[in-house]
């Protein structure tokens, strides 16, 4: 009885120290700025952003039924994709019950995105006619959790409005659990 208490003992502290380790590694290493070496920053300042950077975005037939669209950007081996699933699921939701479409985007099957997406998961939500609403994480934070969203009172608020008459919502200046993309090679000018 005694061996099997210090068993249980033992081990809960094996445990709590691994939580306590597997925290801290993540404050550490994951918790980093949006756009660290501020390229999305720099690339904002050009009068011609929004519309370089939307004729880079996909589309499909599907779009033009809907009143905007929804990209979920992702690099697929970054654990900051992970711990945004249930923001990515409920914008998903939100985008069904308001004539919203969705779609994945792989920063790797769009290597011209690359030099204005900085970090991952990020996302990008345009109206009809093809227009930047917003751009950026879904949230900040530590856990970079679905109640610390930055795109869900964005779009909340443009969508709702019968006449959105307000200007794109670049957010490159937030701290989470982000993933720098690496930067594909440049053609020559």
């Not at 210090?6 to 120290?17: D, N, R, S």
Request: glycine fraction near 6%; charged fraction near 20%.
């Amino acid at each position: 009885m005694l061996l099997a208490r210090w068993v249980y003992i033992v081990i809960a502290l094996i445990w709590f120290a691994a939580a306590l380790f597997a925290v801290n590694w993540v404050g550490t290493n994951k918790f980093t700025e949006f756009d660290p070496k501020l390229q999305l920053s720099e690339a904002i300042m050009s009068l011609s952003f929004e519309d370089e950077f939307t004729e880079l975005l996909p589309l499909s037939e599907i779009n033009r039924a809907n009143i905007g669209q929804i990209y979920h950007v992702f690099q697929g081996d970054c654990f900051c994709e992970r711990l945004s699933e249930s923001h990515r699921n409920s914008l998903n939701l939100w985008a069904q019950s308001n004539d919203v479409g969705y779609q994945q985007l792989d920063i790797r099957e769009h290597p011209n995105l690359q030099q204005f997406i900085p970090s991952t998961p990020a996302v990008i939500v345009t109206n009809q006619q093809g227009d930047l609403v917003y751009f950026g994480p879904y949230s900040s934070g530590f856990g970079c959790f679905e109640n610390s969203g930055l795109v869900d009172e964005k779009i909340d608020a443009y969508f709702a409005q019968e006449n959105p008459s307000e200007k794109a919502y670049i957010q490159s200046e937030a701290e989470g659990c982000y993933c720098e993309v690496s930067k594909p090679l440049r053609w020559p000018d």
